[in-house]
């Protein structure tokens, strides 16, 4: 038997950052150690005390949720064996785990006790002043034969895996919620949303809140939608914007998910506690929230996937270097920190310079002649994709409430939908 110790990091520390670390412990290192495995001694006699291996690179899906749940990011492992399990060197591993932990930006996890052990918050997202902020907002699209149990049950297991700030804290279908996961468990939020079909919650920063639309009625109204609202501000550390990727994607995946977006959304109310509408700049479409399905969302969004049913037919109009495939379904990300529409139109618009293509003109032109307030970028996606407004209805809803001029048009279908996302007879 052996006292096994690992330590998940953030950085990956030099041979002689390391060895500078051991001396400091009043411990030494036996000389001829392998590439990355040191034998480290203690005591005047140099008595073998423990076998210290890495740092070795590791993917998320290798990171404990223990270790999830307090470190973010973590990509090198560190592993210390005591050999025997001798019980006078196991004090002297467990010092020296905390002591590389502090020093890589590491959390320890003990395997014997069932605990992990983290100096101070090192998953904690940054402070945001209150005020007027912007958001991202990630949604994922659901087809026709998907139950609302099952996609909160999906949620759950992988917010719990990768991103434990979008589990539900409290939820409910009406203010004040009135259910708490941490204290009504998992089964309650599973019931409600399998009786209700829809769902708000809140969530733990970065993230602020979500909301499941999962409608229990048979008819035209069958597409569905889950969204999570996060704060802009920290998703300029490239670890929050990691962790969430790998959510957004991975969430995509098992749902099999016909479309999702990650989308910059301008102009809310902080409170420091929660989101208030404010001065709204970028108002979201909800693909399909009171319709069949009309097709992909007109404007780029900072991140976008493509499921199935679409990736066939957007991959070659997206730009190589921005797109990764995966099975099935394709991911569309705009590099670095979120960017709202202003700014991925002028990506766009730089990118489309000097093309002469005359598919591309019809393209620009048809969805000028009918966007009315839907902003085209070149280089989205095919047009024939992209649904346009519905004028009679348009004309009629500004008669009816000439002061909501800032709100969504209503919407056609585009003229190309995929067969399988077509209501069924």
């Known amino acids: 038997m052996s006292y096994d110790l690992n330590v998940y990091s953030q950085k990956s520390l030099t041979g002689d ?11 030494g290192v036996e000389g001829g150690g392998g590439a990355g495995i040191l034998s480290v001694l203690r005591g005047a006699k140099a008595k073998h005390c423990f076998t210290l291996e890495g740092p070795k690179p590791i993917e998320e899906e290798d990171v404990p949720e223990e270790i999830t749940a307090v470190l973010l990011g973590a990509s090198v492992l560190y592993e ?7 019980e006078p060197d196991i004090p002297h591993a467990v010092r020296f785990a905390r002591r590389l932990a502090k020093a890589s930006d590491g959390a320890v996890l003990n395997p014997q006790e069932d605990s992990v052990w983290s100096r101070g ?46 589990l539900p804290r409290r939820f409910g279908t009406y203010e004040p919620f009135p259910k708490r ?59 929050w914007r990691e962790a969430l990727r790998r959510f957004f994607v991975q969430y995509a995946l098992e749902i099999d998910c016909l ?43 900072w991140w976008a996937w493509f499921g199935r049913d679409y990736a066939p037919l957007v991959s070659g109009h997206l730009a ?4 990764e ?52 970028y070149p ?3 095919p047009a024939e994709l992209l649904p346009t407004v519905d004028h009679v209805k348009l004309e009629k809803e500004r008669q009816k409430y000439p002061w909501a001029t800032e709100r969504v048009p209503p919407l056609k279908p585009a003229s190309v939908i995929p067969s399988g996302l077509l209501p069924k007879d």
């Not at 950052?17 to 411990?27: M, R, Y």
């Not at 809140?209 to 569905?224: A, D, L, Q």
């Not at 977006?261 to 929660?274: I, K, L, P, Y």
């Open 80 to 86: 210390i064996l005591v050999e025997g399990s001798s």
């Open 320 to 323: 190589t270097e921005r797109r």
């Open 259 to 301: 479309f999702a977006t990650a989308e910059v959304d301008r102009g809310w109310e902080w409170t420091g506690q929660s989101l208030r509408t404010g001065r709204r700049i970028d108002t979201p479409i909800i693909l399909g929230g009171s319709s069949t399905w009309v097709g992909l969302l007109p404007y780029p969004a």
């Open 121 to 166: 918050k090192q998953r904690a997202a940054p402070r945001v002043e209150r005020g007027l902020v912007d958001i991202v907002e990630f949604r994922w699209y659901l087809g026709l034969e998907v139950t609302g149990r099952g996609l909160a049950q999906v949620w759950l297991d992988l917010a719990q895996k990768l991103l434990p700030e979008a």
């Open 379 to 381: 280089g989205w996606l």
């Open 181 to 239: 996961l941490d204290r009504d468990g998992p089964e309650a939020f599973l019931e409600m949303v399998g009786e209700a079909g829809h769902m708000f919650f809140t969530a733990a920063l970065p993230c602020t809140s979500g909301f499941i639309s999962i409608p229990t009625w048979k008819g035209p109204r069958v597409f569905k939608h889950i969204s999570l609202s996060v704060l802009r501000t920290p998703l300029e550390d490239r670890r």
């Open 17 to 27: 950052e390391l060895q500078k670390l051991i001396a400091d412990s009043k411990l």
């Open 325 to 376: 495939a995966f099975d099935p379904g394709l991911l569309h990300a705009f590099p670095g920190e979120p960017q709202d529409r202003e700014q991925l139109a002028l990506i766009l618009a730089g990118e489309s310079q000097g093309e002469p293509s005359t598919r591309r003109r019809k393209e620009r032109k048809a969805n000028r002649e009918d966007s009315d307030s839907l902003p085209w």
